[in-house]
């Protein structure tokens, strides 16, 4: 595990929600501010503008808030592991 690195899993009986608009990545600077990686269909996109950061911010705790704790959300990785195995 890596202790700055955060996946949760949604479960889908959610349904629609943030996060199927693609991956992206929020990467805090020493200095305060953000950027943003964002991946699409057809390549990926770099921000550091302070409205794209905010929005990205705003997307992930949207999902967070339909998210599997940390901690159920490994425990259903693992589980999915062993049954591929």
Do not use: N
Request: aromatic share 4%; charged share 25%; glycine share 12%.
């Amino acid at each position: 595990m890596r202790p700055r690195v955060k996946v949760r899993v949604v479960p889908k009986e959610v349904g629609i929600y943030p996060g199927l608009a693609g991956a992206f990545i929020i990467a805090g600077m020493p200095d305060g501010t953000g950027a943003g990686h964002i991946d699409t269909q057809v390549g990926a996109d770099i921000t550091v503008l302070p409205k794209d950061v905010a929005s990205l911010t705003g997307a992930w705790d949207d999902i967070g808030g339909d998210a599997l704790t940390r901690r159920q959300s490994l425990d259903l990785i693992k589980e999915a592991v062993e049954s591929w195995k």
